[in-house]
Structures are given as structure tokens and as C-alpha cells.
């Protein structure tokens, strides 16, 4: 996999070439936000759970309407936190895609819980209802969708299925702040789900942070307890045995202040640069739609109810993918395989006796997708590039 911001290689033809990720512009634009909160987290001296990790989840949960954001060190330990406080534990299965970053399916495994895994949608790379179905058994405590790249997962065929089976609902929404259904912000359609402030996310830190969001009272008390080794509040007492939360010991997951700072500054432009994402991608999608060997751009699904789309990433289907990158990489381009191996033969699930066949569509998206250098700072003529590179690949150079 190329690194996150690929250098030009030496003699590549096009001497400035376009980085995968850069955030570069994005500081220089916020500095004086920046400036201003991360001097306050030094001055105060308080580096970890401190006030401005409060401030943060303050604005978190106002931003996304939920009634609990609850910070924590990354995503992934989001999700392991998030799973075991809805009361998921050793025994119980839980259905997530096979196409995903790995953390939705790892984090049951951390949590104690064996995954199950389901087929995606082929236009919007979420979990295929249909496919969630098949694979309930009476194990079946609960299904993690993951909503990837720009839109959210059938959230009510999901829902449905889920509430005649009694399976509760939870959601990876690490990619998805900003998306929402029928009004409801991403994470708030089930009892819970999380954020990932990742530096490449949409809303990213300069190191690792993460949230769980809920409206769910006891996820949230049992998510904050088990951050925290188990404390609550300013008592020592390690909580052994609260209800339901198997091996209840907690761990540490504090998120630094610095990195609630850096995403304070940052949240004051999160819809503009959603704004710009937009554009960024409808620019793109009007200069690759036609090119012969691009299967597919980046297409938003109607719903009957309405929705809000995100992009977070811009992702097509291309024949001879493998061959493509190569090309761009030789011109300094940046791209990213997201995601390159399914997780049901992911070794660390070999197991779980899943095979090569099982899940067709999440096979053919890890085999021809590739994503392109998309963020807020990229400009036109780094797009056009990019763009015109594409094109340069299928059909020769037409100069
Ligand atoms: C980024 C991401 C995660 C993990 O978040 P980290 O903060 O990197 O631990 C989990 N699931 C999905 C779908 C993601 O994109």
C-alpha cells in the first residue's frame, strides 16, 4: 500500500505531483484557531482529559445533535468500548461487512465476540440488508454496518431486520461525521456509534482521537466508566462487576487536549470544507465518467427518506487497478487501496472457515477500487492532474 503522502520519485516526469493526503494548506488557513486553543491547553497544563477534551465533546454533540459524545483515544478503541457497553461479550456474534477497514471486525474480536460477516451494497460499499439477513443466527446479538466513503447504509431495511430478530444496532461511523438520515446524524440510528478524528478523516487531529456518540443513557455511563480503568468519577473503585459488562475491566483511553484543540480550530471550518469535498468531487466525477476502463465514480443513492452525503473519500472502479496505480506513482500521484483485502479471508479471521467466493461484492470492490488524492486544500489544477493522468492511462496520451 503507498504511504499516505506519496513522494515524487526521483526523474518522475511531472516534478510537483500530487500527494495522497496533505494538510498542510489547512494549518495555514486555521493558525490562528490553532494558535489560540492548543496555547491554552499548555498554559493550563492539564495534557490529558482535560478541559478542552470537554469543550470538544461539547461541540461534538452539539454538531451531531447526539446527547452523549464521549472522547476517547482512537476509533478503534471507540468501537471496542462502544460494543462492550451495549453488552456484547464472549458467546455473542456480531454481523459487520467484509468490506471495511479492518477495525470493524477486530474490535469485536477485542471485545470478546466472535464476527459474522455480511456482503455489501455495490453502489454505496455498505452492508447488503439482504446479506445481513442470511447470516443472523440465535448467537446474533448485534450488526455493525459501516458507512464508507460517502453515504450511510440502508439504515431502515438494516433496522427492520434487526428489530424482528432482536439484534441490536450499532454503527461504524468512524468515517461519517457530517453524514446523515432522515435527519439523524450518522451513530444516532441504533443505540450507538463513533467517531474517528484519524488526521486523513474528514474532521482529523495531527495524531490519533476518537469519540462514541449515543442518546443512550447506560452506553454511556458504561463507555465513560470503561475508559477510565472502570472509574467512576474521582472514586477509586475499580468497577468489577456492573451488569452485563463481561471482564469489566477498564482501560485507558484518555484523548490528549492537543488534539481536542487542534479539532476545535478545525470544527469552525468542518461545512466549508464539506462544502469543497462536494465540489472537489463532482469536478472529478465530470472528468472521469467517460473514460473508458473507469467502471464506476462515486454515486449517491436515493432513499425514501432524505439523506445527506459526506465525502470522504473518492473512490472509483477501474479495470487493471494494480496497473493504473503504478502509473500514477511514476507521476507522483498518491493513491490509497481502500480497502485491499476483504476481512473474511483476512488471515487473522482463517478461523471463522470463511472462503475466496463467499462475498462477491465486497471480492470485485477490493479488487478494482482505488482512491484518489481528495481533500479540502487540494486545488483545481492538482485535480486536473490527477484527472488527466487517469485518462492518460486509458487512453494513451491524446496530446
Ligand atoms: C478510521 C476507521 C476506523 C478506526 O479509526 P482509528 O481512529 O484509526 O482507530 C474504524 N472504522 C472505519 C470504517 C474507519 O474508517
Redesign the pocket.
Known sequence: MNSVATPAPAGAQTAAGVPFFSQAATFERLWPQIAAHTSDVLERGKYSHGRKVLELERAIAEYTGARHAIAVN??????VLLLRAAGVQRGDEVVVPAF??A??AT?VALAGATPVFADVDPMTYAMDPASFARAVTERTKAVMP???FTQLADMDAIGEIAAAHGVTVLE?S??SIGMRWNGKHAGLLGRGG?L???PT?TLGAIG???MILTDDEEVAERAGILRHHGRMGKTIDHIAGISNLSGASGTNSKMDDIQAAVLLAKLTDLDRDIARRAQLAEAYTERLKDIPGVLRVPTVVERAVPTTPVFYVYEIEVERRDELVAHLTARGIGTETYYPIPLHVQPCFAELGYSEGDFPVAEAACRNAVALPFYPDLTEAQLDLVADAVRDFFQGSQL
Open positions: 482512537n476509533g478503534t478503541d471507540a468501537l471495511t477497514f477495525a470493524t474490535s459501516a458507512h464508507l461504524d468512524a468515517e463513533v474517528s478524528f484519524f478523516k490519533d482521537a476518537g
